[in-house]
């Protein structure tokens, strides 16, 4: 279940910029509540739901190798 939160959370913090048809003041007030929301997210996950470091570490070997 904190697999999906997280995802969900990351999905949204990547948002992708709208079409030719958007406010760009709208736009960068929500975008910059998002980004603040999904950051406050993570740190609640982190926190209670701490991620097994070695996953995050076994696919960041994989990157570099």
């Given at each position: 279940?904190?697999?999906?939160?997280?995802?969900?959370?990351?999905?949204?913090?990547g948002?992708?910029?709208?079409?030719?048809?958007?406010?760009?003041?709208?736009?960068?007030?929500?975008?910059?509540?998002?980004?603040?929301?999904?950051?406050?997210?993570?740190?609640?996950?982190?926190?209670?739901?701490?991620?097994?470091?070695?996953?995050?570490?076994?696919?960041?070997?994989?990157?570099?190798?």
């Amino acid at each position: 279940m904190t697999k999906l939160m997280r995802q969900l959370v990351s999905d949204v913090q990547g948002a992708p910029f709208p079409g030719p048809n958007f406010e760009p003041e709208l736009y960068s007030i929500w975008y910059e509540h998002v980004q603040r929301g999904a950051q406050n997210c993570f740190e609640y996950l982190d926190e209670h739901f701490p991620v097994d470091n070695t996953e995050f570490k076994n696919s960041l070997n994989k990157m570099f190798k």
